[in-house]
Nanobody, 121 residues
Framework: QLQASGGGLVQAGGSLRLSCAASGRMNAMGWFRQAPGKEREFVAAISWSGNTFYADLVKGRFTISRNDAKNTVYLQMNSLKPGDTAVYYC????????????????????WGQGTLVTVSS
């Protein structure tokens, strides 16, 4: 359902752009990440209406956007830090779920395979 790409190795202060293509139109799409030995955490999300949501740790550095014609979401990551090193997972919510939060992983129906981002100091 979801194909993520764009990870890689970059030096601190550098940039990367992640992409995630869905097989169809989704109500919301987002990115989570999981660093070694840590739990998966929310990074950013975008709703069908274009509203964007960010974790405090990435605000001002990361930008999420979507191309509805391509059913694709992007995560532009600037000013990367070693602490951003993680496997990044794309997630998609097919329909709005009353009572659910876009910040929490159980709200999402589909997950990509993950793409590794490594930021060297």
């Amino acid at each position: 359902q979801l194909q993520a790409s764009g990870g890689g190795l970059v030096q601190a202060g550098g940039s990367l752009r992640l992409s995630c293509a869905a097989s169809g139109r989704m109500n919301a799409m987002g990115w989570f990440r999981q660093a070694p030995g840590k739990e998966r955490e929310f990074v950013a999300a975008i709703s069908w209406s274009g509203n964007t949501f960010y974790a405090d740790l990435v605000k001002g550095r990361f930008t999420i956007s979507r191309n509805d014609a391509k059913n694709t979401v992007y995560l532009q990551m600037n000013s990367l830090k070693p602490g951003d090193t993680a496997v990044y997972y794309c997630a998609a919510r097919a329909n709005f779920k009353s009572g659910s939060s876009i910040y929490y992983s159980p709200s999402y129906d589909y997950w990509g395979q993950g793409t590794l981002v490594t930021v060297s100091s």
